[in-house]
């Protein structure tokens, strides 16, 4: 897989532009004759991701995080608002146009085991993508996957092995291998790392961003995990109720955190406290 080293030029256009993402839920009927309750899941997200760059995404659970990466993949469409990769809404794609934009852009789950086919070899999961684009011939995409499992630390000779054989960190990599095997311009992981062991974790992370100053991949990091996100992200966007109520570079964000929510989410960070003398 060829690759160079790669700068992120701060005056370029953005990779991922979402503007003004609303999703709302229609919950079953509590009552025969009543409206459906619904759920307002997003009201109204902005932001947008340079090629090069690094964005994360946090709050608690039910702050609207997953929601923004499956309407960010197209997996699920929104009530209103666009989401536009390279200038393309994906949501207004022809179903064949869909299929050929997933090519710059690729996703991590949170689960390294639930999310590869334990019936499936390592060659088959990576390749995958490329067997779903349907343009490129087996011997092709064997060769790719090799070449995706050399550039995150694992043999070609694991190519014919199952998931079951490896740890919790390898068959993250095997995850991430797959989603890089199309070259993409962006990869969506969501909770890469919290599946993981804490020795582990920063591995991971080391590895997503060599293979960002390698590919000159563009993340949009969903995480609950402020350490996370501060180690890998270049700005983060807090979450809250649907709404982002505030944004900026980790280390300023952190250190200096204007809105309530934000200061209760550092709040709640564990510190480590030493032990009185006896």
Known sequence: ??????????????????????????LPRERLFGAPPSVKALNGVSFSVRPGQSLGIVGESGSGKSTIARLVMALDRPTSGSV???????????????????????MVFQDPYG????????????????????ETSRAEQRERAGESLA????RTSD?????????????????????????PKLIVADEPVSALDVSVQAQVLNLMQDLQQQFGISYLLISHDLAVVNHLCDEVCVLHRG????????????????????????????????????
Do not use: C, N, W
């Not at 095997?174 to 070259?183: D, N």
């Open 1 to 26: 897989m060829t690759a160079r080293p790669f700068d992120p030029d701060p005056e370029s256009v953005p990779l991922l532009e979402v503007s003004d993402l609303v999703r709302h839920y229609t």
């Open 84 to 106: 536009k990769l390279l200038g393309r809404d994906l949501h207004a794609l022809p179903r064949a146009e869909l299929r050929a934009a997933r090519r710059d852009l690729q």
């Open 115 to 134: 999310s590869l086919d334990p019936r499936q070899t390592v060659a088959r999961i990576v390749a995958e993508p490329l067997e779903a684009l349907a």
């Open 151 to 154: 550039a995150v630390g694992l």
């Open 159 to 183: 190519l014919h092995k199952y998931p079951h054989e490896f740890s919790g960190g390898q068959r993250q990599r095997i995850a991430i291998a797959r989603a890089l095997i199309t070259r």
């Open 243 to 278: 709404l982002v109520v505030e944004r900026g570079a980790p280390q300023q964000l952190f250190a200096h955190a204007q809105h309530p929510y934000t200061q209760a989410l550092l709040a709640a960070v564990p510190r480590a406290e030493p032990l009185a003398s006896a």
